[in-house]
T-cell receptor, first 113, second 113 residues
Framework: NAGVTQTPKFRVLKTGQSMTLLCAQDMNHEYMYWYRQDPGMGLRLIHYSVGEGTTAKGEVPDGYNVSRLKKQNFLLGLESAAPSQTSVYFC????????????FGSGTQLSVL | GENVEQHPSTLSVQEGDSAVIKCTYS??????FPWYKQELGKRPQLIIDIRSNVGEKKDQRIAVTLNKTAKHFSLHITETQPEDSAVYFC????????????FGKGTTLSVSS
């Protein structure tokens, strides 16, 4: 039972390049989230999904897109990376209701030069 | 939407002392308030949570209190130990505002022996 798995763990991009971060969970969770963590800023919600085929914007959605084509996967895309998107990205999931424990992935360290 | 303020941003205590971290939230419809601990280089993990129908909850050396009228909640750690050193995040959720947790900016707790 792997829990929440994020790939890749590290990535360096040049400004303007695109990439996709993959989050996979094997716990049959309905809800999945993408957060970014920056020093002194805490965890800020980018996008989230409450079920297969659904997505919604969070606090800082600009410059990102997401897809949830399969229940177990939640993809975060950067179409044209900017230095301001340098951050640690965490994916998280929970079973069903919001008032349940969030399971986090191990994070992706992304640097945009 | 929900806004969560967390204080202090850093906290240094001696081993054995108590530590208190305070959070306020803006959405009166919020009904779930978890606390997460993040050790250096690790993923956030849930340590305790409280729901709006409860005023206080304890789990060994940690406790959380909630004042819904004032819209604030606090984390109390007693008999602190060096292994309590970490970043602590509070969060709040509201099904009315959307099915996602909004986090505070975090408190870096340092326990010196």
């Amino acid at each position: 039972n792997a829990g929440v798995t994020q790939t890749p763990k590290f990535r360096v991009l040049k400004t303007g390049q695109s990439m996709t971060l993959l989050c996979a969970q094997d716990m049959n969770h309905e809800y999945m989230y993408w957060y970014r963590q920056d020093p002194g800023m805490g965890l800020r919600l980018i996008h989230y999904s409450v079920g297969e085929g659904t997505t919604a914007k969070g606090e800082v959605p600009d410059g990102y897109n997401v897809s949830r084509l399969k229940k177990q996967n939640f993809l975060l895309g950067l179409e044209s990376a900017a230095p301001s998107q340098t951050s640690v990205y965490f994916c998280a999931s929970c079973r069903q209701a919001l008032d349940e424990k969030l399971f986090f992935g191990s994070g992706t360290q992304l640097s945009v030069l | 939407g929900e806004n969560v303020e967390q204080h202090p941003s850093t906290l240094s205590v001696q081993e054995g002392d108590s530590a208190v971290i305070k959070c306020t939230y803006s959405d009166s419809a919020s009904n779930y308030f978890p606390w997460y601990k993040q050790e250096l280089g690790k993923r956030p993990q849930l340590i305790i949570d409280i729901r709006s129908n409860v005023g206080e909850k304890k789990d060994q050396r940690i406790a959380v209190t909630l004042n819904k009228t004032a819209k604030h909640f606090s984390l109390h750690i007693t008999e602190t130990q060096p292994e309590d050193s970490a970043v602590y995040f509070c969060a709040a959720s509201s099904n009315q505002a959307g099915t996602a947790l909004i986090f505070g900016k975090g408190t870096t707790l340092s326990v010196s022996s």
